[in-house]
Nanobody
Framework: VQLQASGGGLVQAGGSLGLSCVAS????????LGWYRQAPGKQRERVAL???????NYADSVKGRFTISRDNAKNTVYLQMNNLKPDDTAVYYC???????WGQGTQVTVSS
C-alpha cells in the first residue's frame, strides 16, 4: 500500500495551495480518508476528513478556508487550501483511517 502526497510548496500568506494524495495497492472508495498535519515541535493534528458518503469534517482552525474532496475513480483525495496563514505551515499527511495507512507527507510553508 502506498499513499503518494503532492502539491506542497512555499506560498505567501493569503495564497492558496492544492494537495493531492493518490492511493495504490488499496481501493479507498469505501473508506474514510483524512488529511493531517504536523508542525515543528507540535503533535500531529487532524485537519479534515471525508467519509465514503462524502460527509466532511474540519478542524476549527481551517473551517471556511480548506476543502477536502475525493475522486474514487482516481483513488485520490484532495485538500484545497485557501487564505493560507503562517500557522498553516506544517508537513501534511494523508491517511486511510480504517487501515491506518499514512502517506509520506508534503511540506507546506506559508510566509508572512
Amino acid at each position: 500500500v502506498q499513499l503518494q502526497a503532492s502539491g506542497g510548496g512555499l506560498v505567501q500568506a493569503g495564497g492558496s495551495l492544492g494537495l493531492s494524495c493518490v492511493a495504490s495497492g488499496i481501493i479507498v472508495s469505501d473508506k474514510t480518508l483524512g488529511w493531517y498535519r504536523q508542525a515543528p515541535g507540535k503533535q500531529r493534528e487532524r485537519v479534515a476528513l471525508i467519509t465514503s458518503s462524502r460527509y466532511t469534517n474540519y478542524a476549527d482552525s481551517v473551517k471556511g478556508r480548506f476543502t477536502i474532496s475525493r475522486d474514487n475513480a482516481k483513488n485520490t483525495v484532495y485538500l484545497q487550501m485557501n487564505n493560507l496563514k503562517p500557522d498553516d505551515t506544517a508537513v501534511y499527511y494523508c491517511h486511510v483511517l480504517a487501515d491506518d495507512h499514512w502517506g509520506q507527507g508534503t511540506q507546506v510553508t506559508v510566509s508572512s
